[in-house]
């Protein structure tokens, strides 16, 4: 839904989420102070705005560091609440989801990896993948280094720089990792790569906690 919504803004944007998203039901964008919003009636659904931003991306692990990770998250995942959803759920596959399964990149860390190859169900027949799967493949990463087993956290505002094409049949590496933490506010970053290295796109996300103890 974000990236969705960001494609109403010029140039990089930013969206905050002020209420969930009702699903399979029609809802109106609308000229707001600074970019748009998501209207359901007169309930306010989200802001997208213009913004500018910058990500220092760390150098890209290999892809086969991040098969490993994606196989350790997968193995370890214990919080279900999140196995329907469309980026890491692991109650979907091929053709119903994206399969990205974060997982730590090394043993005791919070920064996480996940591979990433997008098909044709969502590309268009040019093969590019458009952008607002490329927003919801580095949300979760952004996310899953606050995860934890008893609690929940949801996502409170999201910006994507995208730098090159994402293109389907591609191999994709992610990573995402915790810059700081402000009361149950969470912030992180998220970038994705080909599986050689090249940077294709960096996000800066912000998480609530609502549930259980703040990591």
Known sequence: MAGLLAGFVKGEAEVTLRAPPPLEKPLNVVPAEGG?????????????APTEFEVDAPVAPSWEEAVAAAARGKAKRRNEQYNMCFVCGLDRGPGDGLCIFPGALHKGETTMAATWAPDATIAHPDGIVPPEFVWAALDCPSGFPYIQPDGVVVLGRFAVKRQAAVRRDERYVLLGWRTDIEGRRMNSASVLYT?????????????????????
């Open 36 to 48: 748009v919003a998501l209207m359901d009636g007169d309930k306010l659904i989200a802001e997208a």
């Open 195 to 215: 599986a050689d290295g090249a940077l294709c796109a960096v996000a800066r996300a912000t998480w609530i906690k609502i549930e259980g103890e703040t990591p």
